[in-house]
């Protein structure tokens, strides 16, 4: 295997009919449909235990298969779906990093003049106000 290749890992799924790989309660059409929530929690923790940047090739074993060949559908479906999740987690790290930004500007804002305010006081030490709240 070369090494500037990812590896490729293979995560097997086995299900009773293909409706079954889908979200009842999805009302998009079939093939951008959500993932059932156990179908999608199986393949994300199998694919958490693998190297980050690895690739998978999902094999779905279906008992009662349909007439029309479902690979198509079933490989744009997972597809989809995992791209949607994706560009959505991107998208939330970005907003994260934006406020972590305006917080730190925003700290960063008020140690300034806290500071400043500090050198400010010092200079109007000779003040009988200040000089009793520097003994306190």
Known sequence: M???RP???????YIVELSALFN???PTPFHHRDLDVD???FLESWAVEFPQGSHFQIMVHIENMPKEDPAPLVAEAIHNYF????ALAKRNLRLLLLEGRI???????FLALCLFGADMLSAFANNTFLRVLKKV
């Not at 590896?7 to 799924?13: D, F, G, K, S």
């Not at 917080?103 to 804002?109: A, H, T």
């Open 24 to 26: 009842s309660m999805d």
């Open 39 to 41: 179908a999608r929690e």
């Open 2 to 4: 070369s090494k500037n």
């Open 83 to 86: 791209e949607y999740r994706s």
């Open 7 to 13: 590896p490729v890992h293979q995560i097997e799924l």
């Open 103 to 109: 917080s730190l500007l925003i700290g960063l804002s």
